[in-house]
């Protein structure tokens, strides 16, 4: 006969080995059937949560397939790459510099690649399309209840992030006040939903991104030094179109080819005067403003030859007082283009000098296509 030892003892390596109970005899019968169910529930919970956990691993594969790639092969690019290969295999912070349009989210999901965090999210935050009496919300996440608009429990961008890397661009959009609620969150590793008290825990990546002048911004008093010391471990500068030689070809021949297939017009090609047009123009809207036209041209053709006058460089970006702007659009954007030329494509310096906020001539820009 087992002894209570022995049974106790039984009961212990069945839960060991996955048992998720045990009744000693004599039983009761209720409290038997109590237990039964009990197994039940869990197996159908346990089983719930293997669903959700595999339904998360497929959507955070989705998110991290979800890219464009870095094409070119200049020395101005290889060499920013084989910097990120050095950065990636560490957990620093990083900031990414450049101009618009340059493909810093692009350097961010590659730094994110091939990190050792590849197989968890990336969550990217425009920081500039974000309201200030939103920040905490939106960064954070909030309870419900907590303000008009809150109906429901919501995680903000950090916690969606934990695991994998936060991408925040724009940084430089951001205000004094919302500059020193992320500092915290970064110097503590926590975040606090609005409407709580809760200090929560976060294991992310940082990454951020810019085309201001950070140390200029810093100098005039317009953001901290603390906080650029805390997300600029590594800088990596990517370099403008302009300065990528042979790069601004092999890009017009890859998106020549995308929206070939996306618009159904397959033989289109660049002729010899067409490509000698886009090798001297200095792009300010860099790889961006080169989609855009290449996607431009592709749709407006009517022969299988692209010639210089199918690629409409003036039309969005350097239209000239003499040429007489026709339309409030095109005055605007003749503003704007001269603003931004004069201040060496600084935002907050244009914006000051056309009397706009920087705020508003951001969302201009991206209206445009910049």
């Known amino acids: 006969m087992m002894t209570a030892y022995g049974a106790v003892d039984l009961a212990v390596k069945a839960l060991k080995e996955g048992a998720t109970d045990f009744v000693l005899k004599p039983w009761n019968n209720d409290k038997l059937l109590a237990t039964v169910k009990s197994a039940n529930e869990l197996r159908k919970s346990r089983k719930e949560i293997n669903k959700l956990k595999q339904k998360e691993d497929n959507l955070k594969q989705h998110i991290n397939q979800n890219k464009n790639y870095i094409i070119g092969n200049s020395k101005a690019l290889n060499s920013v790459l084989k910097l990120v290969g050095k950065v990636a295999k560490t957990d620093v912070n990083v900031l990414v510099t450049g101009e618009n349009g340059t493909g810093k989210e692009l350097i961010a999901r590659e ?7 590849k197989n968890e999210v990336f969550i990217a935050v425009d920081m500039g399309s974000i309201s200030e009496h939103l920040f905490e919300s939106e960064l954070f996440g909030h309870l419900k209840g907590s303000f008009t608009d809150a109906k429901e429990d919501r995680a903000g961008k950090f916690e969606a992030a934990n695991g994998g890397t936060l991408f925040l661009d724009e940084i430089g959009n951001l205000s004094l006040q919302t500059q020193a609620k992320l500092l915290s969150a970064i110097q503590n590793k926590t975040i606090v939903r609005v409407g709580s008290n ?23 008093g317009l953001f901290r030094e603390d906080l ?5 471990t590594i800088s990596i500068e990517v370099p403008p179109l302009r300065e990528r030689d042979n790069d601004i070809l092999v890009l017009a021949d890859f998106y020549l080819n995308k929206y070939i297939s996306k618009y159904g017009k397959p033989g289109l090609r660049i002729n010899q005067a067409a490509q000698e047009k886009l090798m001297t123009y200095p792009w300010p809207g860099n790889v961006r403003e080169l989609l855009h036209t290449i996607e431009r041209a592709v749709i407006l053709s009517e022969e299988n030859i692209l010639k210089p006058e199918d690629f409409l460089l003036n039309v969005k970006t350097s239209i000239s007082v003499d040429s007489g702007p026709e339309t409030l659009e095109e005055m605007e954007l003749l503003m704007i283009t001269n603003a931004l030329n004069q201040n060496e494509g600084n935002y907050s310096a244009a914006a000051e000098q056309l009397g706009i906020s920087r705020q508003t001539l ?6 445009i296509g910049k």
């Open 198 to 220: 809760k200090r929560i825990p976060v294991d992310i990546r940082l990454i951020c991104a810019t085309n201001e002048n950070l140390d200029k911004m810093v100098a005039d």
């Open 228 to 232: 650029l010391y805390r997300i600029n």
């Open 362 to 367: 951001y969302n201009k820009m991206k209206k």
């Open 111 to 117: 730094l994110h690649g091939l990190s050792a965090r």
